[in-house]
C-alpha cells in the first residue's frame, strides 16, 4: 500500500508500481480525497482525518492484510494515523522521507505550511535540481494539485501504535530537504528500525523506482517469513 505525499496523487508511484507489479506483487495506490484524479471533491471539507480514513477504508473494503504500508513525506502523517485503527494489519510500515508525528502534533507544527487562510494550499513549484533527470520538474508541475489546509493543520492523536508494527523502516533520500534528518537519526538509534539511505532527490519513488522496489521487496519477504 502506497501513500502518497502533499499536493501529489497515486500517479507519483507509476515507476515503483510497474517494477513491482512486474516481480507479482498485488499493490495498491490510492489516491487522498482532493487530490490528483480526486481533485474535483477539493471544494469538500476534507482535512486528514478524511485522508487517514481514505487508507483505511482501502484496506477495509478490499480485505487486505500482511500490508507493507508505505508513506511518503506527509504520507507519514497519514500512515500514522492509519496504524492508530488497523495497525493489526500492517506487517511493515516504511516512513521514506516522511514526517513521524508525536501525539497532538499537526503537518504544519512539524514543518508543512500552512500559511494562509484559503481553503487550499497551491503546490510549490520545483526548482532546478531537485530531481535526477531534469525532465521530471515539468511533468510533476503538470500533476501537483493544492492541497486541502485542513489536511495540514489538524492535529493527530498518536498512542504509538506504528512502533508496535513488526518491521519498521525509514527511507532517507539523501538530497532531500533536512527537515527528515532528525526522524532517520531517531530510527537509526532505534534497534527496532531498518534504516536505508537512497541517493535521490525527495521524491525517491522518481528518482529512484528500482531501489526503492527492492527496499519494499525485502519488507515484503520479512513479512513473509513472520507468518511462517
Excluded at 501525539?103 to 507544527?109: F, K, L, N, V
Amino acid at each position: 500500500m502506497l501513500v502518497h505525499g502533499a499536493w501529489a496523487g497515486a500517479w507519483c508511484w507509476v515507476r515503483v508500481v510497474d517494477c513491482l507489479a512486474a516481480n507479482g506483487h498485488r499493490i495498491h495506490t490510492p489516491t487522498l480525497s482532493g487530490l490528483g484524479e480526486r481533485s474535483h471533491l477539493a471544494a469538500c471539507d476534507i482535512n486528514l482525518t478524511t485522508h487517514v480514513n481514505d487508507v483505511i477504508n482501502e484496506i477495509t473494503w478490499k480485505d487486505l492484510d500482511d500490508i507493507v504500508l508505505v508513506g511518503h513525506s506527509y504520507g507519514g502523517m497519514v500512515i500514522t494515523g492509519v496504524a492508530e485503527h488497523v495497525g493489526e494489519r500492517i506487517a511493515s510500515i516504511v516512513y521514506m522521507d516522511a514526517f513521524i508525528p508525536d501525539d497532538g502534533e499537526s503537518a504544519a507544527d512539524l514543518g508543512l505550511s500552512a500559511d494562509s487562510d484559503d481553503a487550499l494550499i497551491p503546490a510549490p513549484p520545483t526548482s532546478e535540481g531537485d530531481y535526477l533527470n531534469e525532465a521530471d520538474r515539468a511533468w510533476v508541475d503538470s500533476k501537483a494539485t493544492p492541497q486541502p489546509s485542513a489536511t495540514f493543520t489538524e492535529k493527530l492523536h498518536v498512542s504509538g501504535a506504528y512502533q508496535r508494527v513488526p518491521n519498521k523502516v525509514y527511507i532517507r533520500a539523501s538530497n532531500g530537504p533536512s527537515i527528515f534528518d532528525n526522524y532517520a537519526a531517531t530510527a537509526r538509534s532505534d534497534p527496532t528500525w531498518t534504516v536505508h539511505e537512497v541517493e535521490s532527490g525527495h521524491d525517491v519513488e522518481i528518482d529512484a523506482p528500482k531501489e526503492l522496489c527492492k527496499i519494499l521487496e525485502a519488507c515484503a519477504r520479512q513479512a513473509r517469513h513472520a507468518r511462517t
